[in-house]
């Protein structure tokens, strides 16, 4: 048999918190804006899952610039979550992705618990209605206003407490976005998992700074950001990894995937669906010559189901 | 409508010490730019730089008969200029554009202010309606007055200023304009780009005339397609004040809307 056929008996099909996505390969929060500006280069049709830019309940305008600057093999970001707020998205944004053969996951945030809440339940209520809504991931590496700005991630107590009320809320797959800014990932994962999560999501950025020598500034206008790609690889699988072992919920993996190889570190390491995130500024096509690549390396070590491979790590 | 595309280098020539001309075909048929457009252009091989960088175009050819030329002219200023300057004749790499809104089109006599590397922008309006532009050329020095043979045989008259006064009148563009009846008593349009100082010159300068400004923002880019709001500024909008992205809504905008910092 040749490699063509094998490759077409390859099942790239992943199932995630009860969605059914038709290969594991989707673009991350705040990389692919909401669909439509990749649209053009991009057939939306290929990939598993679009997750769209983070949505607040009310629209927040973001942080002064610079918002970005290059690192060595990444970048900083400060975009300070800019987004025209769930209501608009419902609006003007969900029903051109509708077009779409593909699985829509938004992206949301808050700043409080009740925030939280009342985004998760204006996200249901136009999920149940209209549909066009696939599953929502979670941001909880945002600070609690009620809580002297403690960033919900990075404390177990304050994400237990926002994750349980999350979840009693949406009836919708949840799927929680980990933060990479906390020493034990895999403690913080089991925390989210026992709160009643259906997947985690990981990594977010690392915060980073790079300083101006000359005028002895930050180059950002926030001062800090967050570091994405190629750069934050290697701690980004080993921070899969140690999910993986931590926790029984399927792990959606990221960070600085630019391509196949890269995503199938990843899936060995533990993760049962990958996202690109820097990777699409780089190369627009990232997404689909990765899930064409992925069939081909999996027809040619004989493993015909992707899922065979996640977690497939010896050691 | 812009593309993504693959395009090989046909030129990477050096007009002075740390300014260049690239010049690239596409290797598929692609659409042609507007003035004022711009591209984002892959400048080396490794992941360091990562991120493409935007360039306007400076000229385009032969988009009518199948043999395409884009021409940027661009400036060495740190690691991703310096690793394109790298790039020879017969390298390939990945383009995405045009990119943005590019300029309105002028009808009549129109005026423009260039300072330094914005010219690159400028050129094909000046291109487009040949001899109707009152041209206002900035630049630090001599070798800094880029192209300045092609543009002036492009522009009805050209008032230049450099910092050091080698050519043309000393001191920056903006205080010549300060004393030009053009500015004062005129209502022509005028089109502009260069640095933020000099725009935010501008502003103050035309605050209480009727003059409709054209100018093109600079900023940091990561996606250049409006899929990651890394590259906005702040404008007047429907009495708010609102971010903009210069890669989409942009990079002209309406100097009246920008609200400087
Ligand atoms: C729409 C648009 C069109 C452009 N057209 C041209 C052009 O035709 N020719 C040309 O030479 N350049 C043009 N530029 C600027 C060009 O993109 C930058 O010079 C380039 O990205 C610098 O990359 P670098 O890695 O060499 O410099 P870096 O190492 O990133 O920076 C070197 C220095 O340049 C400054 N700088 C870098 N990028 C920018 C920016 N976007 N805005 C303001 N300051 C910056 C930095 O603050 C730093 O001082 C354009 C920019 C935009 C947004
Ligand atoms: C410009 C930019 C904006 C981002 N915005 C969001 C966001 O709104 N919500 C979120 O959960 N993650 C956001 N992220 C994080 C990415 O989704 C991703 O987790 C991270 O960048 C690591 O993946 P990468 O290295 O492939 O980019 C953003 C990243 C970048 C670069
Ligand atoms: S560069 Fe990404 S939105 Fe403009």
Redesign the pocket.
Known sequence: MGLESREERVELSVDIAGVRLKNPVMTSSGTF?YGE?YSEFVDLNRLGAIVVKGLSVTPKEGNPPPR?VEAPAGMLNAIGLQNIGIKAFIREKLPFLRQFKTHIIVNFFGDSIGEYVQAAEELSNASASDGGIHALEMNISCPNKEDGWIVFGTDPKAMKQVVTAVRKTTNLPLIIKLSPNVTDIGLMARVVEDSGADAVSLINTIIGMVVDVKKRRPMLANTTGGLSGPAVRPIAVRMVWEVYRAVKIPIIGMGGIMTTNDALEFLVAGAKAVAVGTGN?VNPLATIEIIDGLGRFLAEEGIYNVNNITGSLEI | MSEYFKAAIIDNISLNEDLKLLTITPLVPTISPGAGQFYMLQVGNTYDPLLKRPFSIFRSRGFDYGHRRLEFLYKIRGKGTLCLSNLKKGDDIYVIGPIGNGYPVPKEDFVVIAGGMGIASLYPILERLKKRAYLFYGARNKDELIILDEVMALSKEIIIATDDGSVGQKGVIIDVLKSSPLIKHNSLPVYACGPALMLKGLSMLVKDAKITCYVSLD??????????????VKVRSQKTEVYK????EGPVFDLEDIVWD
């Open positions: 804006g500006e970005i500024f | 900023e940091y880019m990561a996606c250049g397609v409006g899929a990651c709001l890394g590259c906005v992205r210069i890669c989409k």
